[in-house]
């Protein structure tokens, strides 16, 4: 009797679906954070059901597999869990060759994303910062050149430190689900330790007036770039899934929650490698541009200034990722957040106790259905124009029927 109502639900349940499944293939997006987590694990395991933004691609931004790039999110998630949180920065800096990555996350995708980042970083402050082709880099050194021929200064020495950290982060939370209402990143100059070498109060107050013009002028746009654009979209991916993950590790025990006790370093181990990289190999190119003058002016070069006056200048850039420290701020009301260029998903997981490869079990189960609303905080998925079902509590003996029946089925029955 048993079987037979499993297999009514079953086949109600991918009449339907077909459809979505049309809806899905139709919408297509250029890149997908986690945006919400709920968790049911009253029966033992852990059924995830997860709501996916996917952004609409613009002009020139490739269209992703929306199944793939899930797959993939998760994999952000499922490291954010298995590692402190003490691990996620890089750092391209000229003088430590030594400490660019954390060992953890060096043969990893969402390592590789956050050493990209750090590198675009750094070619974005260089191309904001050019007065042959920005007009805040005109500005900027129009100002800075005023300021140093009044203080009677001949050369700029400036050391600039970039760094992309966590900002402001909104959150609804219930008793079982955490839901991001807003993330943002913003870009930080932070010190480079070249003020400690300066024994001239002349330079010393020109380096203070060329932070506050950094301040001013260059910050605001990075920080519209690391936010908006499309260059930037997996490092923002990545975020909002540590985010989850911090989230998912306070709320839950390790000793009592079974997924928490299942993610280990295997987890780290089975990541996989969209694009093949080298830290070593992305180190090199920083260098190479670096001493080149791509993200600084030449050590050596003279450049005039609009009182017709030669200054030296040296200009150099380092900095980093850091998402150790994401602090959150939670709401006691919700909204809906969606605008015209996003797409939702919702994904639905079931996490039996007991794997010993959770990573590899998740993407395998991975099936998403179009629709979806934060305001949605029912435990449940019902597929569009089905009746109201009560939720199937699972137990374990139910479950081992479950891993002997047809893997379609079972992923459709995850969704009740």
Same mark, same amino acid.
């Given at each position: 009797?048993?079987?037979?109502?499993?297999?009514?639900? @079953?086949?109600?349940?991918? @009449?339907?679906?077909?459809?979505?499944?049309?809806?899905?293939? !139709?919408?297509?997006?250029?890149?997908?954070?986690?945006?919400?987590?709920?968790?049911?694990?009253?029966? $033992?395991?852990?059924?995830?059901?997860?709501?996916?933004?996917?952004?609409?691609?613009?002009?020139?931004?490739?269209?992703?597999?929306?199944?793939?790039?899930?797959?993939?999110?998760?994999? *952000?998630?499922?490291?954010?869990?298995?590692?402190?949180?003490?691990?996620?920065?890089?750092?391209?800096?000229?003088?430590?060759? &030594?400490?660019?990555?954390?060992?953890?996350?060096?043969?990893?995708?969402?390592?590789?994303?956050?050493?990209?980042?750090? +590198?675009?970083?750094? %070619?974005?402050?260089?191309? +904001?910062?050019?007065? !042959?082709?920005?007009?805040?880099?005109?500005?900027?050194?129009?100002?800075?050149?005023?300021?140093?021929?009044?203080?009677?200064?001949?050369?700029?020495?400036?050391?600039?430190?970039?760094?992309?950290?966590?900002?402001?982060?909104?959150?609804?939370?219930?008793?079982?689900?955490?839901?991001?209402?807003?993330?943002?990143?913003?870009?930080?100059?932070?010190?480079?330790?070249?003020?400690?070498?300066?024994?001239?109060?002349?330079?010393?107050?020109?380096?203070?007036?060329?932070?506050?013009?950094?301040?001013?002028?260059?910050?605001?746009?990075?920080?519209?770039?690391?936010?908006?654009?499309?260059?930037?979209?997996?490092?923002? %991916?990545?975020? #909002?899934?540590?985010?989850?993950?911090?989230?998912?590790?306070?709320?839950?025990?390790?000793?009592?929650?079974?997924?928490?006790?299942?993610?280990?370093?295997?987890?780290?181990?089975?990541?996989?490698?969209?694009?093949?990289?080298?830290?070593?190999?992305?180190?090199?190119?920083?260098?190479?541009?670096?001493?080149?003058?791509?993200?600084?002016?030449?050590? #050596?070069?003279?450049?005039?200034?609009?009182? #017709?006056?030669?200054?030296?200048?040296?200009?150099?850039?380092?900095?980093?990722? &850091?998402?150790?420290?994401?602090?959150?701020?939670?709401?006691?009301?919700? @909204?809906? $957040?969606?605008?015209?260029?996003?797409?939702?998903?919702?994904?639905?997981?079931?996490?039996?106790?007991?794997? &010993?490869?959770?990573?590899? *079990?998740?993407?395998? !189960?991975?099936?998403?259905?179009? $629709?979806?609303?934060?305001?949605?905080?029912?435990?449940?998925?019902?597929?569009?124009?089905?009746?109201?079902?009560?939720?199937?509590?699972?137990?374990?003996?139910?479950?081992?029927?479950?891993?002997?029946?047809?893997?379609?089925?079972?992923?459709?029955?995850?969704?009740?």
């Amino acid at each position: 009797m048993k079987r037979f109502i499993y297999i009514i639900i @079953s086949c109600l349940l991918f @009449s339907s679906l077909a459809i979505t499944h049309i809806a899905i293939a !139709q919408e297509d997006v250029s890149s997908v954070k986690i945006n919400s987590i709920q968790v049911d694990a009253s029966s $033992g395991f852990n059924h995830l059901k997860l709501l996916i933004k996917g952004r609409k691609p613009g002009y020139f931004e490739a269209v992703l597999d929306t199944r793939k790039a899930t797959q993939k999110t998760l994999e *952000y998630f499922f490291i954010g869990l298995a590692i402190n949180e003490d691990r996620f920065w890089v750092d391209l800096n000229p003088y430590q060759a &030594d400490r660019v990555i954390d060992q953890s996350l060096e043969n990893t995708d969402l390592g590789r994303i956050m050493l990209n980042a750090d +590198l675009r970083l750094k %070619e974005d402050v260089t191309t +904001l910062i050019n007065p !042959q082709v920005s007009k805040t880099g005109k500005e900027f050194w129009r100002r800075l050149f005023e300021k140093a021929q009044e203080l009677g200064v001949t050369e700029i020495p400036v050391m600039t430190r970039v760094c992309i950290v966590p900002a402001e982060t909104i959150a609804y939370e219930t008793e079982n689900q955490f839901s991001i209402i807003k993330s943002s990143l913003r870009v930080i100059l932070k010190d480079s330790g070249y003020r400690d070498k300066i024994k001239d109060d002349r330079l010393l107050e020109l380096d203070d007036f060329s932070y506050n013009l950094m301040q001013e002028l260059i910050l605001p746009e990075l920080d519209k770039r690391v936010n908006e654009a499309y260059t930037y979209a997996d490092l923002r %991916e990545v975020y #909002n899934a540590l985010i989850l993950a911090q989230w998912y590790k306070g709320k839950f025990s390790y000793s009592t929650d079974p997924l928490l006790r299942a993610v280990n370093s295997n987890v780290i181990n089975e990541a996989e490698l969209n694009y093949s990289y080298s830290t070593e190999e992305i180190y090199q190119d920083y260098l190479k541009s670096f001493k080149g003058g791509e993200y600084s002016f030449s050590e #050596n070069d003279s450049f005039a200034n609009p009182f #017709n006056a030669t200054v030296s200048v040296r200009h150099y850039f380092s900095g980093g990722v &850091d998402f150790r420290r994401i602090g959150v701020v939670k709401k006691s009301s919700i @909204s809906e $957040g969606v605008d015209k260029d996003s797409v939702l998903f919702v994904c639905d997981l079931l996490m039996p106790k007991g794997l &010993d490869h959770p990573l590899q *079990y998740a993407k395998s !189960q991975v099936e998403l259905t179009s $629709g979806g609303s934060f305001k949605d905080r029912s435990p449940t998925l019902l597929v569009k124009n089905l009746p109201a079902i009560s939720p199937v509590r699972f137990t374990e003996a139910n479950m081992q029927h479950l891993n002997s029946i047809d893997r379609t089925e079972r992923i459709l029955l995850s969704k009740l």
